[in-house]
Every structure is written in structure tokens, then in C-alpha cells.
């Protein structure tokens, strides 16, 4: 997979195709919107979604920390979808926690995670309020959220329509300003919502292996 490096508030990042940021110098996975737990309560609904979700995501992660010397992952907000997570969905949780015990992990409080409460202590997540200042950069789950670094943030699900001439195609994205990054989710099963970038903002979209800019 070809990740696009990118040079953000002086320093470098990698925006990857598995619709995540790489902060080499920090050892850093950057990870938007993962919604644990969305799929098994779509099904507590009577919503036919697909199971394994979880799986999914805990599987990539492994991926990426395989790809990326990865000391530290910063969750930009809805890391639980809703307050009754599955015993089923816990218990994947903390077996891969156990598989990494010296990994350090933030979660930056989204608007899902206030509804959902904090994940279990035993998961040993740093939990904070954004904006949570690291470098030159203030992780945050609101893109909007005022402060004095670069906003690194998620919430919208961002993705961009390419249109031809009988069809047209949307796909997740990266959406890049001067003083804000917006990330795309994560999560296997979350939506995305169709921007429409202002004019100091740069669209790089995820296209199957690759990241590439929007022209």
C-alpha cells in the first residue's frame, strides 16, 4: 500500500490508505472515529449489518503497528458507539489489549463517547478532553474546537465525490487545511458525508491501495 507523506505544521505525516495517520517522528498512529461496537447494536435493532467488525478493526490496527513502529495511538473521539457494548465486543477488546501491553493509548472524548461512557480501566486508555496538545498539534474530535496548534480531528467522516461522465463515485478522504486536518472513520462499519472542501483546504482521498490528491 503507497502512503502520501505530507509535510503539516512542520513536521511530517503519512496519510495511509487504511484511512489513518502516521506520526513518524512521535511513533504515533493517529485513528478517527472507530465506533465499537456500531454493528452489534444495529443488530440489537433488527438492523441486518455485517458481523465482525470488530475484528476487522482490531486487525488492522495489528496491520498498521506491523507497517509502522507504533509506540503510541491517539483516537480522535467515538471510540465506544453506545453505552451497552457486547460481552462479546469487551472481551475481543481485552484480548487484543493484552497482546500490546506496552502500547500507549489516548482517547480524545467525541460526542459518542460521552454518551457511551469511558472504555473499561482495564483497557488502559488515557482518556481526555480535547484539545489534547502534543507538538504542534491539538487532537481533538470536533474539527472546529479553537486552539493555538493544528487541529487533527475527526467526527465528520469525510468523503469526496468523483463524477465522470455516466457515473459518479464516492470515496473516503483526508480533507487538509491551513490550520486543520480532518481524518476519515476509521471504523468498518460508520458512513461517510460527502464535503465540500473551502478554498485552502486539499481533498486526498483513499482509492483502494493508495492516497492521492484530489485534482
Known sequence: MMALELEVAGEMLMLLPQKAMYWPSNSTLIIA????????????????????????????????????????????????????????????????????PALEMTLVRGNHDVRAGDPPQELGIHIVNEPFRSGPFAFCHYPDVESDGYVLAGHVHPSFRLSGRHETLRLPCFLIGTGRAILPSFGAFTGSYTIKPDADEQVFIVAGDSVIKAV
Open 33 to 100: 472515529d472507530i465506533h465499537f461496537g456500531k454493528a452489534a447494536t444495529f443488530r440489537r435493532l433488527g438492523v441486518p449489518v455485517p458481523h465482525g467488525t470488530t475484528a476487522q478493526n482490531l486487525e488492522l490496527l495489528d496491520e498498521l503497528m506491523m507497517l509502522y513502529p507504533t509506540q503510541h495511538i491517539i483516537f480522535l473521539g467515538d471510540f465506544l458507539h453506545a453505552p451497552d457494548i457486547s460481552a462479546a465486543t469487551l472481551q475481543s477488546l481485552l484480548n487484543w489489549r493484552t497482546s500490546h
